[in-house]
């Protein structure tokens, strides 16, 4: 039993080894990805719940290696956080997205909100709503057109803090949604001094909701909480009709998932917008 314990140990080294290496890897070239143009942003589109018509996007960081390829955001964006490095690219995700949205409406798309996800580490930043702010000026997009994409575990770091920050954000018109909720836990009184918009029902609960039927509580249940809070549901990664019905059914007013449109390049999500609107 002893020797076995002992290989066990060797192996979780050996293990740990290999993903330290891989982090280093992946922060060694994270270094110069935004000077080599390898980042670029893919945008999905949400939608009523209805179906009627697209009510925005959300903006999705891609990596695109030129000797590795693609990168997962589940690989890099966690050591972009741990180094800091997530500060400079969210600050171009910030400034790209708003531009890119800019420029859609200016050849033509009715305005819609564009939705961009933001770190605890950008949130901690005293220059972070001064950051906001410069990108939408130096874009020219209205602050309304603007949502922050705030997870619910950031948010509960630091609750006092955050509700500062929170309110300037939402005294200058930009919309604050709460991502990946139900997968922390939220202070309900909390929750109720933030100036949200929306409330984003994570993936997890909606992956089998057909036949969880503590997923498919925990799904209601955040409706229910949110409007009787006056904010608004986004349920993500809505990939079947029947996942589509059950959430409809019960109030959740938007929707976004691989059932309606996978994330798009730029060219591909303005020729996606342009065609639902004119349907
Ligand atoms: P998230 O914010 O929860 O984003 C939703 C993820 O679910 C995206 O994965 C999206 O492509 C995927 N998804 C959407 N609909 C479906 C569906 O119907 N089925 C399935 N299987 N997946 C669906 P993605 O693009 O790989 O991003 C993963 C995570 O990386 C994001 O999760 C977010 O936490 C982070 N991330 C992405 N871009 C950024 C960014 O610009 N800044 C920061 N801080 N984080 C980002
Ligand atoms: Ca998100
Ligand atoms: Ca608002
Ligand atoms: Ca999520």
Same mark, same amino acid.
């Given at each position: 039993? %002893?020797?076995?314990?002992?290989?066990?140990? @060797?192996?979780?080294?050996?293990?740990?080894? *290999?993903?330290?290496?891989?982090?280093?890897?992946?922060?060694?070239?994270?270094?110069?990805?935004?000077?080599?143009?390898?980042?670029?942003?893919?945008? @999905?589109? *949400?939608?009523?719940?209805?179906?009627?018509?697209?009510?925005?996007?959300?903006?999705?960081? $891609?990596?695109?290696?030129?000797?590795?390829?693609?990168?997962?955001?589940?690989?890099?964006?966690?050591?972009?956080?741990?180094?800091?490095?997530?500060?400079?690219?969210?600050?171009?995700?910030?400034?790209?997205?708003? $531009?890119?949205?800019?420029?859609?409406?200016?050849?033509?798309?009715?305005?819609?909100?564009?939705?961009?996800?933001?770190? #605890? $580490?950008?949130?901690? $930043?005293?220059?972070?709503?001064?950051?906001?702010?410069?990108?939408?000026?130096?874009?020219?997009?209205? #602050?309304?057109?603007?949502?922050?994409?705030?997870?619910?575990?950031?948010?509960?770091?630091?609750? *006092?803090?955050?509700?500062?920050?929170? *309110?300037?954000?939402?005294?200058?018109?930009?919309?604050? +949604?709460?991502?990946?909720?139900?997968?922390?836990?939220?202070?309900?009184?909390?929750?109720?001094?933030?100036?949200?918009?929306?409330? %984003?029902?994570?993936?997890?609960?909606?992956?089998?909701?057909?036949?969880?039927?503590?997923?498919?509580?925990?799904?209601?249940?955040?409706?229910?909480?949110?409007?009787?809070?006056?904010?608004?549901?986004?349920?993500?990664?809505?990939?079947?009709?029947?996942?589509?019905?059950?959430?409809?059914?019960?109030?959740?007013?938007?929707?976004?998932?691989?059932?309606?449109? %996978?994330?798009?390049?730029?060219?591909?999500?303005? +020729?996606?917008?342009?065609?639902?609107?004119?349907?």
């Amino acid at each position: 039993a %002893k020797s076995a314990g002992r290989n066990n140990y @060797q192996f979780f080294a050996a293990d740990m080894n *290999q993903i330290a290496t891989e982090r280093l890897d992946i922060e060694r070239k994270l270094r110069h990805a935004i000077s080599r143009n390898e980042l670029a942003l893919v945008y @999905q589109p *949400q939608f009523r719940a209805d179906g009627s018509r697209p009510t925005g996007v959300e903006a999705l960081l $891609r990596w695109h290696h030129p000797v590795d390829g693609m990168i997962s955001p589940d690989r890099f964006i966690p050591v972009a956080e741990e180094t800091g490095m997530i500060v400079e690219i969210g600050d171009w995700v910030m400034l790209t997205a708003c $531009r890119e949205m800019k420029h859609w409406i200016d050849s033509g798309l009715p305005p819609l909100r564009v939705a961009v996800n933001v770190s #605890a $580490r950008q949130l901690r $930043r005293r220059d972070f709503c001064e950051t906001v702010a410069g990108a939408l000026a130096e874009s020219g997009l209205p #602050a309304e057109l603007l949502e922050l994409e705030i997870t619910e575990s950031s948010v509960m770091e630091n609750p *006092q803090e955050a509700i500062h920050i929170l *309110q300037r954000l939402g005294r200058m018109g930009i919309s604050l +949604a709460i991502d990946d909720f139900g997968t922390g836990y939220s202070s309900l009184a909390y929750l109720k001094l933030f100036p949200i918009d929306h409330l %984003k029902i994570d993936r997890s609960f909606v992956r089998d909701i057909e036949h969880d039927l503590n997923d498919r509580a925990i799904a209601f249940g955040t409706i229910a909480l949110a409007h009787s809070l006056g904010l608004n549901v986004i349920a993500e990664g809505v990939e079947t009709e029947d996942q589509l019905e059950l959430l409809r059914s019960n109030g959740c007013d938007e929707v976004q998932g691989y059932l309606f449109s %996978k994330p798009l390049n730029n060219a591909g999500a303005f +020729a996606f917008l342009h065609a639902a609107e004119r349907a």
